[in-house]
């Protein structure tokens, strides 16, 4: 027989434990728990299983889980009302980082405030699409050229602060978080024809005069060296195969060999044999690629194309514009991580440094990805909170 106070306790716990789920959206933990376990897999084969990387990656785990949990408990309501005052605060702390900043590795990206170091830079990835979707639903019903224009600035002034510590691949995935708000926000075609011609014609000149913009000393004036030096590595990796082009060299080569069914979990040469670099972080594509071949890939991207569709449909779902937008950026976000880094190791983008997102190893773009998947899980929750 089960006394009172035993059954109570029971019944309280059960209680705390299905309101801890209950705030989370099932179909969305399960996706992300898929890949969590797929880049777990992945690393301890990258890692040997020795070098401590693979318990730091389950405490980072833990910490994005904990932030995610956190902001799926907040209303957009409550985000709203966070929006300008986290926007605000980034920008002052990207200003901090631009006169007292520290620099590792010819880069000032990091920010040291006597209890902690911060790299505000990440903040602005949730920041700006905040920021920009509570402005569009502020002046919902009245939008004009101006507002765009306005918006493009808030967007476009941390994006050119990143860019001078020089951090382009996160000054990119900032510049698409704001710019997905825009075109969720009625952005015209129009005014993306002009910016697409651009695009196109100086590619098109890139590929044409390679020999000759690529030439040593010449410089491009809105790209430092080392960006320059990436994108023409990407053009032609063979210039300097045990150099500058070594990363994309080698990272295709384990790609490719993978062939249809891979070599086998662990039985990568190129990852074993210490060909891969950065095998834990920016190229832990390539080690999965090379041990689980074409349909692993396949697997992969069919786990990335829910983790769309369930954030597209938490999207078109959401009860307001603020919501709306927000959930759609930062959908569109994990889209842009996902393309970019399966692209750069691949061989068809430059290398700029973005995470394979909750595989890659790495604490900070683990906790932007897991808040930004707690906001995504806050608007459904609170939806149907509302709905009930």
Known sequence: MIDGPGLFNRLTWRTVLLRTVAVFDVPMLLILMALAGIGLMSM???GGGFDG?????????????????????LSPQTLMRLAVPVYLIGLVLLFGVEFAGETSKGATRWLNLGFTRIQPSEVMKIAVPMMLAWYFHKHQGTLRIRDFI?????????????VLQPDL?????????????????GL???LLVPITLVSVIALGTL???EDTLCTDGLDWVVLHDYQKHRVC????????PLGKGFHTIQ???AVGSGGMLGKGYMQGTQTHLDFIPERTTDFIFAVFAEEFGFVGNLLLLFLYLLLLVRGLTIAANAPSVFSRLLAGALTMVFFVYAFVNMGMVSGILPVVGVPLPFMSYGGTALLTLGCAAGILMGIQRHRALVQS
């Open 44 to 46: 301890y084969s990258a």
């Open 53 to 73: 990387r693979f318990a730091d990656q389950l405490r980072n785990y833990g910490i994005a889980l904990l932030a995610m949990w956190l902001l799926a408990q």
């Open 150 to 162: 306005v918006a493009a600035i808030l967007m476009l002034t941390p994006f050119s602060l990143i």
């Open 169 to 185: 691949g996160t000054a990119l995935l900032v510049f698409g978080a704001g710019f997905f708000v825009l075109f969720f926000a």
């Open 188 to 190: 015209s075609f129009r």
């Open 207 to 209: 590929v044409s005069l």
């Open 233 to 240: 590595t990407l053009l032609n990796p063979a210039s300097d």
């Open 251 to 253: 990272s295709a080569i």
